[in-house]
């Protein structure tokens, strides 16, 4: 199941910055814009997967 989400990102002195519209907690950086992405996706699974133990299943649903 994927999820789509806003970045909202900008041009600072050395990096591009970025933060999640839907998350406004998630804000990472980046030398590229890809890199920017990657980045904001790893932090956004990081925050999904706090406090989840080592050992866990996974199960698509329908909401």
Do not use: C, R
């Not at 519209?21 to 980046?30: A, K, N, R, S, V």
């Not at 890199?35 to 925050?47: R, T």
Request: no cysteine; net charge negative.
């Amino acid at each position: 199941m994927k999820t789509k989400m806003t970045m909202i990102y900008w041009k600072s002195d050395k990096f591009w910055l970025g933060k999640l519209l839907e998350h406004p907690e998630i804000m990472t950086q980046g030398k590229t814009l890809e890199e920017l992405e990657e980045n904001i996706k790893d932090a956004y699974f990081l925050m999904a997967m706090d406090d989840v133990p080592e050992e866990y299943e996974m199960k698509e649903i329908s909401i």
